[in-house]
């Protein structure tokens, strides 16, 4: 088996959507999972970050059981959408080889709509891989512009995450590891703004 790339943008995804992962207080993420839209109270003036690994919001929210990240979404939305944010975002820090300075950095930053860290991916066991996760931090515009354009569906996964995380508790690695959503290598082309 070989190792991915140290950056690389894995994901659940089809011919022209992308499957994105979140962690809500069950008040917000109920409703949007069961009308398919964030309801009036999602806040699309905040900084939202959006996964696509499946394993590393199980790390972020604990399982689902962290406060506030009780209920899991499946975000499925447009890659013209996904694909507009990567295009204008930004890394969420200096990166020399990347940014002629940190300047130009600062001056890019305050510009983009979006901007990217790349978190360890993480094992079953949520320890931390040698290679590394997109998380996708959508700001004004771009939040806006998934809340009410990019979104195709909103699914509740706080079953499927319960489930796994039982198996695994009870040993059963592998019957845990086949109900992980399918990940593969995005599309997205080369990322050298993104250090990717």
């Not at 964030?38 to 905040?46: T, V």
């Not at 809340?147 to 592998?174: C, Y």
């Amino acid at each position: 088996m070989h190792t991915p790339p140290h950056r690389q943008i894995r994901a659940a995804h089809t011919d022209t959507t992308i499957t994105v992962y979140q962690a809500y207080a069950p008040h917000l993420g109920i409703p949007a999972a069961r009308d398919g839209r964030f309801p009036a109270a999602w806040k699309r003036e905040r900084m939202t970050w959006i996964k696509p690994s499946f394993l590393w919001m199980m790390y972020r929210c604990g399982w689902a059981a962290k406060t506030d990240q009780e209920t899991v979404l499946a975000v499925e939305i447009t890659r013209a959408g996904f694909d507009r944010a990567l295009r204008e975002a930004c890394l969420s820090h200096y990166e020399a080889g990347v940014h002629a300075d940190r300047a130009a950095w600062q001056e890019s930053l305050r510009g983009a709509p979006a901007r990217v860290q790349w978190d360890p991916e993480r094992d079953l066991h949520l320890n931390p891989l040698p290679y590394r996760s997109l998380q996708l931090g959508l700001s004004g515009p771009a939040s806006r512009a998934y809340a009410d354009e990019w979104t195709v569906s909103i699914r509740d996964v706080t079953p499927l995450a319960r489930e796994v995380h039982g198996l695994i508790r009870s040993g059963e690695d592998d019957a845990a590891r086949a109900l992980l959503p399918v990940e593969t290598p995005y599309p997205s082309g080369p990322l050298a703004h993104l250090g990717a």
